[in-house]
């Protein structure tokens, strides 16, 4: 079956710009989860979706990142006024959602986004 | 807090000799332990996990890895490697007594089998 897809595969603004990074979740999956990679680092925690809420957004560095998920499926992490900081891989994964922390996260290939 | 430590930034092995990734670990609760390997141009893809029960898990494409409490370890094994196992390894853990989705990772391990 068809696994987790992210859009754009790369992505390339400018400082100052908005972006939008899609993820669309394996189906039937009610669990979503927002990661970021550095060069040469393992994936950071951003935000957890358990259906349409979030559960969890401890990982969000700061108010420039939103995410949403407004019918439980596709999400969307927004990034405002964007730096050359973010500039990262962000990887999007899915799970059943039925058994909580010991549930198998399933990744998308990501979206590397460059700031100029 | 939770964290991960992958000790090695590189492994190098001869295809046919077994193969040891090390991670250790630190939660405050009980731990649940996973590796995913990376390679070029792809997502995470998910070898195995360790819940409960046995402390040999047993993964895909041959590897397993042994929990081991006492040390906080969970490394990464497979008994003879192949060149096409070369990849970037991660280790990464949850805290069973925390919030359900969190997962910590380490910084990744790069294995190299050369012929």
């Known amino acids: 079956g068809a696994g987790v897809s992210q859009t754009p595969s790369n992505k390339v603004t400018e400082k100052g710009k908005y972006v939008e990074l899609r993820c669309d979740p394996i189906?039937?999956?009610?669990?979503l989860y927002w990661y970021r990679q550095s060069l040469g680092q393992g994936p950071e925690f951003l935000i957890y979706f358990q259906g349409t809420g979030a559960a969890d957004d401890s990982g969000l560095p700061n108010d420039r990142f939103f995410a949403v998920r407004p019918e439980g499926s596709v999400s969307t992490l927004k990034i405002q006024r964007t730096e050359r900081g973010d500039s990262a891989m962000y990887l999007c994964a899915s799970s059943p959602g039925v058994s909580g922390s010991t549930d198998t996260q399933y990744f998308g290939p990501g979206t590397r986004l460059t700031v100029l | 807090a939770q964290s991960v430590a992958q000790p090695e930034d590189q492994v190098n092995v001869a295809e046919g000799n077994p193969l040891t990734v090390k991670c250790t670990y630190s939660v405050s609760g009980n731990p649940y332990l996973f590796w995913y390997v990376q390679y070029p141009n792809r997502g995470l893809q998910f070898l195995l996990k360790y819940i409960t029960g046995d402390n040999l898990v047993k993964g895909s494409y041959g590897f397993e890895a042994e929990f081991n409490k006492s040390q906080t370890s969970f490394h990464l094994k497979k008994p003879s490697a192949l060149v096409s196992d070369s990849a970037l390894y991660f280790c990464?853990?949850?805290?069973?007594?925390?919030?359900?989705?969190?997962?910590?990772f380490g910084d990744g391990t790069t294995l190299t089998v050369k012929p």
């Open positions: 189906s039937g999956h009610t669990a």
């Open positions: 990464a853990v949850r805290d069973k007594n925390t919030n359900a989705g969190k997962s910590t």
